[in-house]
Protein backbone atom coordinates (compact mmCIF):
# COMPACT_ATOMS: atom_id res chain seq x y z
CA UNK A 1 0.00 0.00 0.00
CA UNK A 2 3.07 2.26 0.82
CA UNK A 3 4.07 2.17 -2.85
CA UNK A 4 0.75 3.57 -3.72
CA UNK A 5 2.23 6.59 -2.13
CA UNK A 6 4.36 9.21 -3.67
CA UNK A 7 6.76 10.61 -1.01
CA UNK A 8 8.49 14.07 -1.90
CA UNK A 9 12.38 14.08 -0.78
CA UNK A 10 12.89 17.28 0.91
CA UNK A 11 15.47 19.51 -0.20
CA UNK A 12 16.81 22.98 0.78
CA UNK A 13 15.63 22.14 4.70
CA UNK A 14 18.28 22.18 7.31
CA UNK A 15 18.28 21.23 11.22
CA UNK A 16 21.25 23.06 12.99
CA UNK A 17 22.64 23.07 16.83
CA UNK A 18 24.33 26.46 17.29
CA UNK A 19 26.21 27.09 20.61
CA UNK A 20 25.81 30.71 21.53
CA UNK A 21 25.21 33.42 24.11
CA UNK A 22 21.77 34.52 24.51
CA UNK A 23 20.43 37.04 26.52
CA UNK A 24 23.45 37.10 28.57
CA UNK A 25 23.13 32.97 28.80
CA UNK A 26 25.78 30.58 27.11
CA UNK A 27 24.23 27.25 25.34
CA UNK A 28 23.14 25.06 22.47
CA UNK A 29 19.61 25.83 20.30
CA UNK A 30 18.47 24.16 17.90
CA UNK A 31 17.69 26.10 14.57
CA UNK A 32 15.67 25.34 11.55
CA UNK A 33 16.58 26.94 8.34
CA UNK A 34 14.57 27.30 5.08
CA UNK A 35 17.07 27.48 1.93
CA UNK A 36 14.37 27.04 -0.40
CA UNK A 37 13.28 29.87 -2.63
CA UNK A 38 9.17 29.75 -1.21
CA UNK A 39 7.46 29.81 2.05
CA UNK A 40 7.44 26.84 4.24
CA UNK A 41 4.36 26.44 5.79
CA UNK A 42 2.19 24.61 8.63
CA UNK A 43 5.61 23.82 10.35
CA UNK A 44 5.72 21.06 12.67
CA UNK A 45 8.81 20.09 14.54
CA UNK A 46 8.78 17.10 17.29
CA UNK A 47 11.68 16.88 19.08
CA UNK A 48 12.47 13.84 21.25
CA UNK A 49 15.77 11.76 22.79
CA UNK A 50 16.31 8.40 22.60
CA UNK A 51 19.15 5.08 23.50
CA UNK A 52 18.98 1.98 23.88
CA UNK A 53 21.26 -0.29 25.51
CA UNK A 54 20.74 -3.76 26.58
CA UNK A 55 17.96 -4.31 27.70
CA UNK A 56 17.27 -1.16 29.16
CA UNK A 57 15.48 2.03 26.89
CA UNK A 58 15.89 5.69 28.03
CA UNK A 59 13.46 8.16 26.43
CA UNK A 60 12.81 12.08 27.05
CA UNK A 61 9.62 13.95 26.43
CA UNK A 62 8.21 14.57 22.87
CA UNK A 63 8.05 18.40 22.19
CA UNK A 64 6.53 19.75 19.54
CA UNK A 65 6.68 23.30 18.19
CA UNK A 66 4.23 25.07 15.57
CA UNK A 67 6.00 27.48 13.11
CA UNK A 68 2.73 29.19 10.88
CA UNK A 69 5.50 30.77 8.10
CA UNK A 70 9.08 29.86 7.50
CA UNK A 71 10.13 32.63 4.91
CA UNK A 72 12.91 31.88 2.01
CA UNK A 73 16.56 31.53 2.89
CA UNK A 74 15.91 32.08 6.70
CA UNK A 75 15.33 30.33 9.79
CA UNK A 76 14.00 30.17 12.93
CA UNK A 77 15.23 29.13 16.44
CA UNK A 78 13.16 26.22 17.89
CA UNK A 79 14.41 25.37 20.88
CA UNK A 80 16.91 25.11 23.28
CA UNK A 81 18.98 21.78 24.12
CA UNK A 82 20.49 20.58 27.29
CA UNK A 83 23.96 19.22 27.95
CA UNK A 84 22.49 16.15 29.75
CA UNK A 85 20.71 14.48 26.14
CA UNK A 86 24.07 14.57 24.21
CA UNK A 87 24.49 11.05 24.97
CA UNK A 88 21.38 10.53 23.24
CA UNK A 89 20.43 10.06 19.45
CA UNK A 90 18.54 13.67 19.27
CA UNK A 91 15.71 13.34 16.87
CA UNK A 92 13.70 16.44 14.85
CA UNK A 93 10.78 15.03 12.87
CA UNK A 94 9.89 18.03 10.85
CA UNK A 95 6.77 18.34 8.43
CA UNK A 96 5.42 21.16 6.10
CA UNK A 97 4.07 22.08 3.22
CA UNK A 98 5.62 23.59 0.26
CA UNK A 99 3.95 24.90 -2.94
CA UNK A 100 1.15 22.93 -1.29
CA UNK A 101 2.84 19.82 -1.00
CA UNK A 102 3.57 18.04 2.44
CA UNK A 103 6.61 16.87 3.26
CA UNK A 104 8.45 15.42 6.07
CA UNK A 105 12.16 14.29 6.91
CA UNK A 106 13.34 13.42 10.76
CA UNK A 107 17.05 14.58 11.50
CA UNK A 108 18.85 12.46 13.91
CA UNK A 109 22.01 14.22 15.44
CA UNK A 110 23.83 10.31 16.56
CA UNK A 111 25.02 10.27 20.44
CA UNK A 112 27.79 12.69 21.16
CA UNK A 113 28.31 14.35 18.40
CA UNK A 114 27.04 17.74 19.38
CA UNK A 115 30.53 18.75 20.04
CA UNK A 116 32.72 22.08 19.75
CA UNK A 117 35.02 19.70 17.27
CA UNK A 118 32.17 19.11 14.94
CA UNK A 119 30.98 22.46 13.92
CA UNK A 120 31.12 23.53 10.48
CA UNK A 121 29.99 26.82 8.94
CA UNK A 122 25.98 26.72 9.26
CA UNK A 123 24.23 28.61 5.87
CA UNK A 124 22.65 31.07 5.77
CA UNK A 125 22.72 31.65 10.18
CA UNK A 126 26.11 32.16 9.71
CA UNK A 127 27.28 31.08 12.89
CA UNK A 128 29.27 27.48 13.23
CA UNK A 129 27.48 24.49 14.26
CA UNK A 130 26.63 21.02 14.04
CA UNK A 131 24.51 20.50 10.88
CA UNK A 132 22.34 18.15 9.08
CA UNK A 133 20.96 18.84 5.68
CA UNK A 134 18.56 17.23 3.92
Keep these: MR ?7 V ?3 SVAIIHEELE ?3 GWYVYLIN ?3 EDLKNVLVSSSGYKK ?3 EVIKTSVL ?4 ADLPPMSYARV ?3 MDDVFHLNNQYWVSFQLEGVLYDKKYIFLPDSIQEKNTTLVPVI ?3 GILISS
Excluded: A, T
Design 24 to 26: GES
Design 126 to 128: GKK
Design 3 to 9: KDFEIPE
Design 53 to 55: EQD
Design 35 to 37: ENN
Design 11 to 13: KGV
Design 79 to 81: ESI
Design 64 to 67: RHMI
